[in-house]
């Protein structure tokens, strides 16, 4: 039987490099001497105390198995950082991100509402306790209580009926394959690309298709490497009063008002 191959030092070089630590840097947040670091980062400690193991393994928020035995460097970052905020939680295969929730006095969760200034920077603290514990938190009546909700701002007319400044409360989608086709999402981007109101359909090939309610917007798809949470809609609500619709005797009156003008002008230009 082969000895099972470890990834401990390769591991170790990576994740210092991706977090861009030096040497030195890393051996002083590690509480050991720069000596002891490199020799475990370039493999000539053959067998590292357990409990420097799990130091290190706590340290980059990385399960000690993955830490030891799967090669870290040949899984895309999104499946890293679901890794990193689920940590003991992550379920390998499935790969499911553990939400990082706040709950009340009671112990009930909270729901958080990510006002328009927090709005840009969701994306990067929405694992961060302390920017969760800075947003405003309330409740509201006849939501299930099964499933974790927030209220996300939202602004322009691409999801029109729905009006433009709504706020929208959606459900966490923790599978996203129990989406059904064109399911109203909020979707949460990587990077500085905010986070989305559509219509979303995940794909065979991986890919989301992405579209708005109001026609005049064309869908588009977004990898799911590009994407870190999903919140499924659940209501809206707004201080824009709907528009009366208008009446259909009105607007034939206006087709025939139209089509008179239109024959009146080429009338006079046939003069």
């Not at 002891?36 to 399960?63: Q, R």
């Not at 709950?103 to 509402?113: D, H, I, P």
Request: net charge positive; glycine share 4%; aromatic share 10%.
């Amino acid at each position: 039987m082969e000895p099972a191959k470890v990834f401990f030092n390769s591991n170790l070089l990576f994740l210092r490099k991706r977090k861009k630590y030096s040497q030195q840097q890393l051996a002083e947040l590690l509480g050991y001497t720069r000596a002891k670091y490199t020799a475990m980062e370039n493999g000539h400690t053959e067998n590292p105390p357990l409990a420097d193991l799990v130091k290190i393994s706590d340290f980059f928020h990385i399960p000690l198995d993955y830490l030891l035995r799967h090669d870290l460097g040949r899984l895309s970052e999104f499946d890293l950082r679901k890794m990193e905020t689920g940590a003991k939680e992550y379920i390998n295969g499935k790969n499911l991100r553990v939400l990082s929730i706040t709950v009340n006095a009671e112990n009930k969760e909270n729901m958080e509402y990510v006002p328009v200034k927090a709005k840009a920077g969701y994306a990067a603290g929405c694992t961060d306790p302390e920017y969760l514990a800075a947003l405003p938190k309330f409740t509201l009546p006849n939501l299930p209580k099964d499933g974790t909700y927030r209220m996300f701002p939202t602004t322009g007319d691409s999801m029109l009926p729905i009006p433009d400044g709504s706020d929208v409360v959606a459900r966490y989608v923790q599978d996203w394959k129990t989406l059904k086709p064109d399911t109203l999402c909020i979707v949460i981007l990587k990077g500085e690309q905010d986070f989305v109101f559509k219509q979303v359909t995940l794909q065979k090939d991986g890919t989301l298709l992405m579209r708005s309610l109001n026609s005049n917007y064309r869908p588009y798809t977004v990898a799911v490497n590009d994407v870190l949470e999903i919140w499924q809609y659940a209501k809206h609500q707004t201080d824009k009063l709907p528009e009366p619709e208008t009446d259909l005797q009105e607007i034939k009156m206006l087709i025939r008002n139209m089509q008179h003008q239109l024959q009146s002008n080429l009338a006079y230009r046939n003069k």
